[in-house]
């Protein structure tokens, strides 16, 4: 059914790294890289980076990362392979055309079953009980009438849906559309009848805006109303009940084939994407990825090479992607952690560490991949600064940086170190404590290479930590370099530029619970037998 590559899955950042490499010039038709569970979350390397560490790293820097001697990944990571084509704004376009055109369907059958999927989707997730109150807010294009469709669905199946539609398209489609929803008395509430913040009123916010095929900027209202919804998501992500977002096809705002440029767009909880995820949807974070418009005829799925995964019985929908293994929606409700049990950790803390990783990819945490790095030179004296994971395996964490930064050089004076991430949103922290070692020239270089032409020419011009006599230094340097490399001539890496290896020697898994009676579970290496395995030990709060 799914094409599966084994061979590759021992290297997690390979393997997640993949489906990002190739951006909008992908094309469904040409064949995709393999995709495992973990693909269907952000790459590591894809996650929104420091201005100084920025991402697009392509895959092969990863391959260095995987481990030649490491286990096999635990056997629940291994099922599920599936991967998934994203369509090309042309290419969505290009079917809709064929579907309406030789195929013979009409835009109301499509928009029927599109909306009906939406409905679907947020029934699979988001049950009437905690979530009834639903603001659907409907651009003046069909996905837009998606939105008034899937509106009229849920309040057939339970929901309370409310209509923002400020901008009325004068068609009959619409106007029956209309006439339905008023019909089961579903009241409409212009721009100015909504109150300022949403969070109160809502449980669930459908974002009907814009789909595939619009571009340039959001025009009034719709700027103001995305405004609002992206307001939402500064709140507190878990501690204040705020009302979910779920974006039809496509976030409005995100561009079709890069997604949300600027980073500073709407963050849908849950996508659904219609007919087949658009290139966008590969950098959608949120928790719940699924698939709708179960209309695609075999001849379509052939010609686009359409990898999908398949609809389970009479449904009309189908998730993209694992479910996260945290009931995001649950903590949001009450913010009570679950409880960390010795019986549910993974016997490697590797796999266990990879298991949390997911959740706070999950629930959309901004840069869950950054981590404090502690180090002491030979005066014993710590110092502390955030680093970004660039990749973890069998073998250790891994970060760049400059080997004759501060950091450098109190590592070799004193290569014992400790690693913290911070994942505050599910109230966890890992505290990772080892010896480290470069990494190997050739996985240091490969990685450089990927990077952004911008943050190799960075790396070339900082001599991190060292005095400089005003920023302009800096900023002249690059300019120069930026010239002597605008021919596209390889940047050498420097010297003095590479990666450090942590290897594990303490792990502890922290869970915040009630009372301070917090989850502290501790790994630490024991012999049995000649034999090196993790021993867990429980500590008190
Ligand atoms: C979120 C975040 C991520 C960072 N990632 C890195 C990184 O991956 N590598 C790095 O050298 N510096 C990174 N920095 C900058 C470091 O914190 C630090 O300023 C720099 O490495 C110099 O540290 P040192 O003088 O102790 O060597 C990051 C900073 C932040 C806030
Ligand atoms: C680093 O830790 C090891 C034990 O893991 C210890 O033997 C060594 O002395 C430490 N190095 C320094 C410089 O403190």
């Keep these: 059914m799914w094409p599966v590559a084994r061979r590759r899955m021992r290297c997690l ?30 790459t590591l390397s894809a996650l929104k980076s420091s201005p100084s560490f920025p991402p697009s790293i392509s895959s092969p820097a990863f391959r260095a990362f995987c481990s030649k001697s490491g286990g096999a990944m635990a056997s629940s990571q291994l099922q599920n392979q599936d991967y998934v084509s994203y369509l090309t704004q042309l290419e969505a ?8 055109g030789p195929l013979g369907f009409s835009v109301d059958q499509l928009m029927e079953l599109a909306g009906l999927s939406v ?23 069909n996905n837009g009438g998606d939105g008034l469709v899937a509106a009229r669905h849920l309040y057939h199946f339970g929901y309370k849906p409310f209509v923002c539609y400020p901008k009325h398209t004068p068609k009959p489609l619409y106007n029956g559309l209309v006439t339905q929803l008023e019909s089961l008395s579903i009241q409409f509430l212009s721009v100015d009848d909504l109150p300022a913040d949403l969070s109160k009123d809502f449980d669930i916010l459908v974002d009907a805006m814009f789909g595939f095929s619009f571009h340039g900027t959001p025009r009034p209202p719709f700027d103001d109303l995305i405004q609002r919804l992206i307001y939402l998501h500064n709140y507190d992500q878990t501690r204040q009940k705020s009302p979910v977002i779920v974006s039809v096809d496509i976030p409005s705002g995100w561009h079709v084939e890069e997604g949300d440029v600027t980073s500073e767009g709407i963050k849908p909880d849950m996508l659904v994407s219609l007919t087949a995820p658009k290139l966008c949807a590969k950098k959608f974070r949120g928790p719940h990825h699924f698939l709708g418009g179960r209309f695609v005829p075999p001849s379509i799925a052939q010609k686009y090479n359409l990898h999908l995964p398949p609809y389970p019985g009479t449904s009309m929908c189908v998730r993209i992607g694992k479910p996260p293994q945290v009931d995001i929606s649950a903590l949001r409700e009450n913010y009570i952690s679950p409880a960390l049990l010795e019986e549910q950790l993974e016997v490697d803390p590797i796999d266990q560490f990879r298991k949390w990783f997911d959740d706070a990819v999950a629930a959309g945490l901004r840069e869950p991949n950054a981590m404090c790095l502690s180090t002491t030179g030979k005066d014993g004296k710590p110092s502390s600064r955030m680093v970004l994971l660039k990749g973890v395996d069998r073998d250790g964490f891994v970060w760049y940086t400059n080997y004759e930064s501060r950091k450098g050089h109190q590592l ?34 490969q990685y450089f290479h990927s990077r952004p032409q911008g943050s190799q020419l960075g790396a070339v011009v900082s001599q991190q930590s060292t005095v400089i006599p005003g920023r302009l230094v800096l900023h002249h340097e690059y300019k120069e370099l930026e010239e002597k490399y605008s021919d596209g001539s390889l940047i050498p890496k420097p010297k003095h530029w590479g990666g450090y290896r942590l290897k594990p020697e303490l792990i502890e898994f922290w869970q915040g619970q009630p009372s301070r009676l917090h989850d502290r579970l501790q790994y630490s290496p024991q012999e049995v037998s000649g034999k090196r395995i993790w021993k867990v030990s429980r500590l008190a709060p």
């Excluded at 790294?17 to 973990?38: A, C, D, E, G, T």
């Excluded at 009834?132 to 003046?140: F, K, N, T």
């Excluded at 991430?421 to 505290?431: K, N, T």
């Design 13 to 42: 950042f390979l393997i997640r790294s993949l489906p990002f490499s190739s951006h909008s010039s992908s094309s469904p038709s040409k064949p995709q890289p393999p995709r495992s569970l973990y693909n269907s979350l952000p």
């Design 93 to 100: 376009a290009e079917i809709d055309e064929t579907l309406m």
């Design 119 to 141: 409905a679907t989707s947020i029934a699979e997730v988001y049950k009437p009980a905690e979530y009834s109150r639903v603001l659907a807010i409907c651009g003046p294009g």
């Design 412 to 445: 070799s004076e004193n290569p014992n170190a400790s690693l913290l991430f911070y994942w505050e949103g599910l109230h966890r922290q890992v505290r990772v404590e080892g010896s480290v070692q470069k990494v190997s020239d050739e996985e240091s270089e």
